[in-house]
């Protein structure tokens, strides 16, 4: 191309080369002129190879550098190297092969390097594809209307290639093939015209399809066009039954105008509502007429049909007519009714309910309007009593007793059919020596049997939906007719996932046997609900479970067990299973005060249903150790309540414990007036509740006696005491000591026997305040009460007194006011 700077002309040259380049190209300034591309063959078959050389001429590509052009190649997008030499007449060539061409279409560009970049400057296409296939099965029609042929067939196999289809024709042989017709393109058919055509002679057709590679043809279709000539359908007329009481029909038939000069064979079809295939009357002939069958059942409705074609050809049939409908005329029914019953004795007769089947359709002879039920067989001039008149097939009535024999029939419009007689056989014969039942699918099981050694007539199966709620099948029974079966399908009512209780009746001769029974599913699968648990009890360690067994209708299956699975937040879930006959568990090893979920699942055969989880927490103690705490608190607590009577009650004990003490209310020094009030308290001994002392008054103990001893040791010793507060009692009785509890109460009750004294008792002080609590609360009160009650005896706590004495707060006081004299006690 042209450097920078090219001249104006050289831009337009290069703006038209623009607008003019092919599609596809997309580099500019490409001369696509100053190259020419020839190519071995523009067309090879698939897989072969192709060579292809362009040859560039200088002097047309204008702006290309001076020196030798570098031509190269792409395929399509893909680039290939050519070789290069030098052409003739100043040329430049390259030749390429390519050893294996796969796709169906490619282009072969030529390139120059052209101001550094490549440039296309020639192409040139080729195919690749295959020759035709055979177009194949080819047919023809012609059409009554217009006398056209139209033919059709299936195309062979796609040469990726442009192919033309046509389809030829000779009237003869070796005669020269004319085009019949060119299919529209897409299409596998086309119409021969009438002028092409020889009728009643046959003639030769065929397809050719031919592309660049080949040419194929159809295998030739060798035919009378008459014979494929497809014709109207016939028209029913109309349709008797001939004549009453006969299985016959008879149909009137006519066919198009346009058919009528040819010989034609029909058939007829026919058919119940029910019936899913077809009935075929064939080798119908002639053109027009009445058609006579027979073997229709009574009193049903049958649809009809008839087409043709023509008799000497294996040409078309003609559509199927419109079809026409007739019902035969029905007749009175016929054969016995399958009947079974169980009785009940009641008051002196019998109840009986008799169940029957319907009969079959090739019986019923029409529509059936009901069933009637006597008591004796139908004699000329005798008519038996009626026990039941109904359209439904089962009946309650009652029969006198010993009555054996029961006559059934059903009626239609034309008649009533023969009695049925029904003996109604006591249930008391052999039952089976064994029974079983398999699934057959969803909605069908097989019974099967072992026979007991009598040989049986029948038998009656009756099965029945287990279920929570009541409900009873009526119509769910059957008879085996054949006495040697040993198994029986059901199939009526059988749902999947439900359960049937199934009851088998050997029927005798003389007898019917007692029934045996099985459950069964036609098909099992995870119950719909696995049980609610309850909690029934916890403990430290374990828990009670219980659950109400899901609803038979939900369990879709026989449970095989149920699986208990708990586990708390840090361990692995546990599981344990259960018997399905268990309707309670109780897990073991569990953590005291934990929390557990605990859930179940219900299993059967056919697969497992988890239920919502419960959450329990342990308790702390077992019941047992609650108990024992609780009888243990409670025996505490009545021990508690008992002393608390005890003291209450009980006098002596009382006093062994809170001994009565004297009101100093009414105590005689109550009514002394003292001559001067001065509290006897010493400075910060004070204690809260403690009662300040108002009086102490010192005894003699042994004061008959010893009194004056007494008064001789003390009158000197305790001047320091405020005179009025001590009273000193003068040479005291016997008496007077013994009724001390009557006595005017003492404060402080000081009793001392002189050391000194001749007579050597025991010298014992004695201390006592009335103001008790106190004292009792004192952590050593003992020395002062018991030293109260064993006045009377000699022996005293020696020495003992000292330390309490001086201790104790109102001794304190008094030795505050004479410490020394206190110290003088201690002989005692
Ligand atoms: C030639 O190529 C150069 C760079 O490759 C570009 O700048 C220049 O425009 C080209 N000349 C023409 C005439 O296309
Ligand atoms: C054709 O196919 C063969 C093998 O599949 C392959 O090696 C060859 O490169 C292909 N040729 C082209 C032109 O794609
Ligand atoms: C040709 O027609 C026959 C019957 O019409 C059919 O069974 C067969 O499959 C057809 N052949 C092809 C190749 O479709
Ligand atoms: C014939 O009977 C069938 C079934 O009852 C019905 O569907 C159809 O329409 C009837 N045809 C004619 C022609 O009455
Ligand atoms: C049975 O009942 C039908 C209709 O209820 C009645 O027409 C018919 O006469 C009854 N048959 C007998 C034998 O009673
Ligand atoms: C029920 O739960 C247990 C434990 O969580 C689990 O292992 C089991 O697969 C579950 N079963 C079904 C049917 O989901």
Redesign the pocket.
Known sequence: MARRGARTPLLLWLSLLLLLRPSGTQQSGAELDCASVAVGAPVVPMGSAITASCTVRRERCRGLEDGRPRISWLLDSEPMAGKQHHGTGGTEVSELSVPQLNRTQTKLWCCVEWNGTKQRVGVAEVRAGYPPGKPSNLSCLLDLGDYGLTCRWQQGTDGHLPTNVTLKCTIRSRAPAVTGCTPRKGHNQCTVPRRLLQLYRPMELWVTATNALGTAESERLRIDPMDVAKLDPPTLQSIHSVPPQTDCIILSWTMSPRNAHMELRCELRYRTPEDPSWAVVTGIAGHAGTVQHCGFLFGMLYHFQMRCRRDSARGYWSEWSVGRNHTTHEKAPTGKLDAWWSTRPAAGRMEVQLRWKAPRRQEANGRVLGYRVVLGPRRRGREPQTVCNTTDTQCDFTVPARMWKVYLSAYNAAGESAETEVILLERKGQPLAGLWAVPRGERSLWVHWEAAPVPAVAYVLEWQQVSSEPGHCSTCWQLEHNGTATAALIQDSIEPFQRYDISVYPLYKDAVGTPAHIAAYSKQK?PSHAPKLHLKSIGKSQAELSWEPVAVELQNGFITHYTV?WANSTTE?S?AVVNSSLSSFTIQDLKPSTLYKV?I?ASTAG????GTSLTLVTTVLDDIEIQFLFLTLVLVFVLLIVLLICFQKNGRVKQQFWPSVPDPANSSLGTWVPAEQEPLQAPGVKEPGLVTISTVTVLDKAAGKQAPTWGKEFPAELPALPQPYVRQHGPSTPQANAGLGAEPVQYVQVVGGSSLGPQHVAPCLYLRSSSTQPLLSDPSPEPYENLWFRRAAPSCARGSLEEPLLDFPLLRGLRVNGAEELHDFQPC
């Open positions: 995870a699975f879930v599981n859930h699942m697969g497992s249903t988890n």
